[in-house]
């Protein structure tokens, strides 16, 4: 083993030499963490910056958290049952945060939320009004139609016409429709 020089400290574990010491009262970060840079700067930035978002063909600026909402809310109607239990809690949370915050008196007192199976969604779409229960079969209703159709500006072969008039509560508005269209 090497002998001990104690003249300069001694190299070895825990003793590097004498040159690359940290020197006594000077910081090893003089300049420390740039300002602005933690992550939640950075997120807070993210989540409060404007962008622009077409909603039926036109632009318009909106906060980044409220577009992304507004997505998973179209997602869940389009019948995506995550984007519909995500939905739920984000409605359930602000619904808690609305009944414990002592407002206005004008405030919402009572929100019921029901849950429907999403295996039967013809429920939900009879309560929000694109389908009615006709005999024994559900019926598409005509506003739907016509959305659907000036939305896509798809051409309709004979059957399809068929199908779609079989499946609407008014038969025939679909000729109606397609002519105005």
Same mark, same amino acid.
């Given at each position: 083993?090497?002998?001990?020089n104690r ?10 030499p ?9 910081s090893?970060?003089?300049?420390g963490?740039?300002k ?5 700067s950075t997120?807070?930035n ?5 962008i622009t978002?077409?909603? &039926? ?8 958290? +409220? #577009?992304?909402a507004?997505s998973l809310a179209?997602r869940a109607?389009? @019948?995506?049952t995550?984007?519909?239990r995500e939905f739920?809690k984000i ?19 009572r929100?019921v ?5 999403p ?6 779409l ?6 009615k229960?006709?005999e &024994?079969?559900?019926?598409?209703q005509?506003?739907?139609? +016509? #959305? ?7 051409a309709?072969?004979? @059957? ?16 109606a429709?397609?002519q105005s269209?």
């Open positions: 083993m090497g002998e001990f003249s300069i400290g001694g190299i070895g574990y825990k003793r590097p004498a040159h690359s010491r940290f020197v006594k009262g000077k090893g970060n003089p300049n963490r740039p602005g840079t933690h992550v939640g997120l807070a993210l989540i409060n910056q404007t978002v077409t909603l &039926e063909g036109i632009p318009r600026k909106m906060p980044l958290t +409220e #577009a992304l507004m179209h109607l389009a @019948g995506n995550a984007a519909a739920m409605v359930e949370k602000v619904a808690a945060e609305q009944k414990n915050a002592e407002e206005k008196p004008d405030r919402i007192e929100m939320i029901s849950w429907v199976d295996k039967e969604c013809n429920t939900s009879e309560k929000l009004g694109v389908i229960r006709l &024994e079969t559900w019926r598409i005509t506003w739907v139609i +016509e #959305a659907a159709l000036n939305r896509n500006r798809i309709l072969n004979d @059957g399809d016409r068929t199908l779609l008039g079989n499946s609407m509560v008014d038969r025939d508005a679909l000729e429709i397609l269209g």
